[in-house]
């Protein structure tokens, strides 16, 4: 399955929907006769200009910007949607490494909300924070969303900018860079920090000093645990009223989540809530930094331990098991027969 058909596995396109911030690159093209409307920041025309001047960005892929139905932040999607009369009316909400970049990522889930039918799908690819840029960086907490919750961001927080610049980092994979790597097979040891700590510090204090443009960072750094961890606290404090259908594994650098808006409300006893969120933090806990790389804890590696199959790795367990005699027996009739099969030697 590629990555479109994760993202939208759970989307039914029949439907009317809004695909947030696709640029030149639309998981849901309007040209293939869907009935979905683009939200932007910026319009057609100034998305076509800044593509212009990108050198990463093919020319040819210009063309493939569509026309931007609604004008706004994505945080602000509820009252974007509610002022063109169609709150409600929506069967899907699609984004693609948009999510991280919200200052205030509760205040959007509420608007999708606000946007969705009953039993309409919120759709998201979203970097891990292990396996991108973010890499040493500390996850985000419910704490932090909350924080800019309720003082009402509408900027990555000075702080959060901080952040971003003193502990970006870069993947080296044979001496060439990539803002990421593959989570079930690289090595994280090839993530090597940018280091930026006097110059970043120094914007720091001219942030607090005054106020400032808008500029970019990853306000949220997760993975799928820990993201499937705070939505569902918020959901039982309340706050949003989204449920989860499904959190993937990471595939590369980046996972998917699917939401949906409940067609019939339904509320949790704490002692099954607190249950279940306890299995959660012990998922979280055991995710953290480089545990979440490899598929399993055995097939893990140093540059001076490679990785096992899990094969190997059972025989050795087993082996230990054996008497020290015993094993040294084996071993003895193991480089005997090494010798006899090596030519020149008897």
């Given at each position: 399955?590629?990555?479109?058909?994760?993202?939208?596995?759970?989307v039914?396109?029949?439907?009317?929907?809004i695909?947030?911030?696709p640029?030149?690159?639309?998981?849901i093209?309007?040209?293939?006769?869907?009935?979905?409307?683009?939200?932007?920041?910026?319009?057609?025309d100034?998305?076509?200009d800044?593509?212009?001047?990108n050198p990463?960005?093919?020319?040819?892929?210009?063309?493939?910007i569509?026309e931007?139905?609604?004008?706004?932040?994505?945080?602000?999607?509820?009252?974007?949607?509610?002022?063109?009369?169609?709150?409600?009316?929506?069967?899907?909400i699609?984004?693609?490494?948009?999510?991280?970049?919200?200052?205030?990522p509760?205040?959007?889930?509420q608007?999708?909300?606000?946007?969705?039918?009953?039993?309409?799908v919120?759709?998201m690819?979203v970097?891990?924070?292990?396996?991108?840029?973010d890499h040493?960086?500390?996850?985000?907490?419910?704490?932090?969303?909350l924080?800019?919750?309720?003082?009402?961001?509408?900027?990555?927080?000075?702080?959060t900018?901080?952040?971003f610049?003193?502990?970006?980092?870069n993947?080296?994979r044979d001496?060439t860079?990539?803002p990421?790597?593959?989570?079930?097979t690289?090595?994280?040891?090839?993530?090597l920090?940018?280091?930026?700590?006097?110059a970043?510090?120094?914007?720091y204090?001219?942030r607090?000093?005054?106020?400032?443009?808008?500029?970019?960072?990853?306000?949220?750094?997760?993975f799928?645990?820990a993201?499937?961890?705070?939505?569902?606290?918020?959901?039982?404090?309340?706050?949003?009223?989204?449920e989860?259908?499904?959190?993937t594994?990471t595939?590369?650098?980046e996972?998917?989540?699917?939401?949906?808006?409940?067609?019939?409300?339904?509320?949790?006893?704490?002692?099954?809530?607190?249950?279940?969120?306890?299995?959660?933090?012990?998922?979280?806990?055991?995710?953290?930094?480089?545990?979440?790389?490899?598929?399993?804890?055995?097939?893990?590696?140093?540059?001076?331990?490679?990785?096992v199959?899990?094969?190997?790795?059972?025989?050795a367990?087993?082996?230990?098991m054996?008497?020290a005699?015993?094993r040294?027996q084996?071993?003895?009739?193991?480089?005997?027969n090494k010798?006899?099969?090596?030519?020149?030697?008897?």
């Amino acid at each position: 399955m590629d990555r479109i058909a994760r993202l939208l596995c759970h989307v039914d396109l029949s439907a009317p929907g809004i695909e947030v911030a696709p640029y030149f690159n639309p998981a849901i093209a309007k040209r293939d006769g869907h009935p979905v409307l683009t939200l932007d920041v910026f319009g057609a025309d100034a998305l076509r200009d800044q593509a212009a001047k990108n050198p990463n960005i093919p020319p040819e892929r210009i063309s493939e910007i569509e026309e931007v139905d609604i004008v706004a932040d994505a945080s602000s999607i509820g009252e974007a949607i509610t002022r063109i009369g169609r709150a409600g009316q929506f069967g899907y909400i699609v984004s693609s490494h948009n999510f991280e970049h919200l200052p205030d990522p509760i205040r959007f889930l509420q608007g999708c909300s606000v946007a969705l039918a009953p039993g309409g799908v919120v759709s998201m690819a979203v970097p891990d924070g292990r396996a991108c840029f973010d890499h040493f960086r500390m996850p985000t907490r419910l704490g932090d969303w909350l924080s800019a919750h309720h003082r009402q961001l509408d900027q990555p927080a000075p702080e959060t900018i901080f952040d971003f610049r003193t502990n970006s980092a870069n993947f080296y994979r044979d001496g060439t860079a990539s803002p990421g790597c593959d989570i079930r097979t690289d090595d994280p040891s090839g993530f090597l920090p940018k280091n930026d700590l006097r110059a970043a510090y120094a914007e720091y204090l001219a942030r607090l000093a005054a106020p400032a443009e808008y500029k970019d960072a990853h306000c949220t750094v997760t993975f799928g645990a820990a993201l499937e961890n705070m939505i569902a606290d918020l959901r039982f404090l309340g706050l949003i009223d989204l449920e989860v259908i499904e959190i993937t594994e990471t595939v590369g650098l980046e996972f998917f989540v699917h939401l949906r808006k409940p067609i019939v409300a339904s509320v949790l006893e704490d002692s099954v809530f607190y249950a279940a969120r306890e299995q959660r933090q012990r998922r979280i806990a055991g995710s953290l930094g480089s545990a979440g790389f490899g598929r399993h804890g055995w097939q893990r590696g140093t540059p001076d331990t490679p990785r096992v199959s899990l094969a190997d790795a059972v025989k050795a367990a087993l082996f230990d098991m054996v008497p020290a005699e015993t094993r040294k027996q084996v071993r003895d009739i193991r480089a005997w027969n090494k010798s006899r099969k090596t030519p020149g030697k008897s």
